[in-house]
């Protein structure tokens, strides 16, 4: 048994479950993945013996366990990675933990709407609120990318916890068609070109189960 353990949910809809599952795989932290079936008649048996919540994703490190994916990441950045997991700059690191933030907590008709489907690829228009949301989204990517992207690709130049937290968006954004501005594409191709993503989107596509709204039942 590995040293870090993480219980996720499915591949195809399970989008909370991506964020820590990328984190670990950009920073080559080794672990050993824990895969539960959702919305079948005993996951709720086969997540107690991990998961507080009854919820994914869940990290074990020794006799610690995390559940939520935001805090499993801080929880990552902080004890594993010697903080790296933010951008080193106090401004830039105050602005990650706050689009992540928001991110998290915020965005209802999307996660409602939109649930991240790997295998979905058809055009949907959005409602007005959902139009507005993703509008939201777009103005956080493109002055994100803007302010701080000159270093590289992502949204605060390197690769950070806040790129894991919108990588299930870009999922959903390329699914359903979302419109966005110039920098918004730039960083949603970014997104959907980095390889963990790439295998991630594969696997889902491979997985078999019904589909379901993970957002609905993952945190």
Same mark, same amino acid.
């Given at each position: 048994?590995?040293?870090?353990?993480?219980?996720?949910?499915?591949?195809?809809?399970?989008?909370?479950?991506?964020?820590?599952? +990328?984190?670990?795989?950009?920073?080559?932290?080794?672990?050993?993945?824990?895969?539960?079936?959702?919305?079948?008649?005993?996951?709720?048996?086969?997540?107690?013996?991990?998961?507080?919540?009854?919820?994914?994703?869940?990290?074990?490190?020794?006799?610690?366990?995390?559940?939520?994916? /935001?805090?499993?990441?801080?929880?990552?950045?902080?004890?594993?990675?010697?903080?790296?997991?933010?951008?080193?700059?106090?401004?830039?690191?105050?602005?990650?933990?706050?689009?992540?933030?928001?991110?998290?907590?915020?965005?209802?008709?999307?996660?409602?709407?939109?649930?991240?489907?790997?295998?979905?690829?058809?055009?949907?228009?959005?409602?007005?609120?959902?139009?507005?949301?993703?509008?939201?989204?777009?103005?956080?990517?493109?002055?994100?990318?803007?302010?701080?992207?000159?270093?590289?690709?992502?949204?605060?130049?390197?690769?950070?916890?806040?790129?894991?937290?919108?990588?299930?968006?870009?999922?959903?954004?390329?699914?359903?068609?979302?419109?966005?501005?110039?920098?918004?594409?730039?960083? /949603?191709?970014?997104? /959907?070109?980095?390889?963990?993503?790439?295998?991630?989107?594969? +696997?889902?596509?491979?997985?078999?189960?019904? /589909?379901?709204?993970?957002?609905?039942?993952?945190?």
């Amino acid at each position: 048994m590995k040293e870090f353990r993480l219980v996720i949910g499915n591949k195809n809809s399970s989008s909370w479950s991506m964020c820590p599952w +990328l984190l670990l795989k950009m920073f080559n932290v080794d672990f050993d993945e824990i895969q539960i079936t959702l919305y079948q008649d005993n996951t709720v048996e086969k997540l107690g013996p991990y998961s507080p919540s009854l919820k994914v994703p869940v990290l074990l490190h020794r006799d610690i366990t995390v559940w939520d994916s /935001l805090a499993i990441c801080e929880y990552i950045s902080a004890e594993i990675l010697g903080g790296s997991g933010w951008p080193s700059s106090r401004k830039r690191r105050a602005g990650a933990r706050s689009v992540s933030a928001e991110m998290h907590s915020e965005f209802p008709a999307l996660k409602r709407d939109w649930p991240m489907n790997c295998k979905a690829s058809f055009r949907l228009t959005p409602s007005e609120t959902l139009f507005n949301e993703i509008a939201r989204i777009d103005a956080m990517w493109s002055c994100c990318r803007h302010r701080y992207g000159e270093n590289g690709n992502y949204l605060y130049g390197r690769f950070s916890i806040a790129d894991c937290m919108f990588a299930p968006i870009a999922v959903c954004f390329d699914a359903y068609g979302a419109k966005l501005s110039s920098d918004s594409n730039s960083y /949603l191709q970014t997104l /959907l070109d980095n390889p963990f993503i790439q295998k991630w989107i594969s +696997l889902g596509r491979r997985e078999r189960e019904p /589909l379901a709204i993970a957002y609905a039942s993952t945190a």
